[in-house]
């Protein structure tokens, strides 16, 4: 929101408009060793930014700042240490991926860490990316049996694999899971038009092979 702050002197009056942008989506954010940066992708768009009439930009200058309200919670005690679990990779080959008919599917389970987890995807793109690319996400099996204050901290690859050579296709995923926020991923993991073009190694024998290759991992209560 804007929110216009008058000067008023002996002659005219001059508008000066401050930008206030608010972070509504949760009340509060937090900090810590494994997530150090919050804001928002989209502060402002360039044209509005570089319009002079805006007022955000003044002879090749701007100003930033932050009020930042300090919340200090009890200390949590972290029952694993952030470590890379060992085996930890889910393998999922999609057979006939031409041929799926239904709006998303899953992966087997497997445990890493002892907790299971298992990917899912939407060969023709979930809602915001509907017939335009395929959406994966890694998830948690049986969230409702997690403690509500417990939290896993994952860092992983999501990987659609080359199958002509080694260039694959790798995002990372970094979001802590907990009982209420259970998956994460990608709505436009790939381009449908390059999983279905020969030429890019994607799809061999209307095959394709997603992966999610564990980093680190740690649970915390």
Not at 90 to 101: E, V
Not at 159 to 173: G, S
Not at 179 to 208: C, H, I, N, P, Q
Request: hydrophobic residues 40%.
């Amino acid at each position: 929101m804007q929110k216009p702050l008058i000067c008023i002197s002996n002659c005219k009056c001059l508008e000066i408009y401050i930008l206030v942008c608010i972070d509504t989506e949760v009340l509060v954010r937090r900090f810590y060793k494994m997530k150090t940066k919050w804001g928002f992708s989209q502060f402002l768009s360039q044209k509005t930014f570089n319009n002079a009439a805006n007022g955000y930009l003044v002879d090749d200058c701007c100003i930033f700042g932050a009020e930042v309200f300090v919340i200090q919670r009890p200390l949590k005690l972290e029952k694993s240490v952030l470590k890379k679990p060992s085996g930890g990779t889910i393998t999922w080959k999609m057979d006939n991926f031409s041929k799926f008919d239904q709006e998303f599917c899953k992966s087997p389970v497997v445990s890493i860490d002892g907790i299971k987890w298992y990917l899912s995807a939407y060969p023709k793109g979930d809602v915001s990316s509907k017939d335009t690319h395929l959406s994966v996400f890694l998830e948690l099996l049986e969230p409702i049996t997690l403690l509500p204050n417990f939290e896993v901290y994952v860092k992983c690859k999501l990987r659609l694999r080359n199958q002509i050579n080694f260039n694959h296709l790798e995002k990372i995923v970094e979001n802590r899971f907990t009982s209420t926020s259970t998956d994460w991923g990608f709505t436009r993991f790939v381009a449908l038009e390059d999983v279905y073009d020969s030429s890019k190694g994607y799809m061999l024998k209307d095959s394709l092979t997603v992966e999610a290759e564990f980093i680190l991992i740690s649970k915390t209560e």
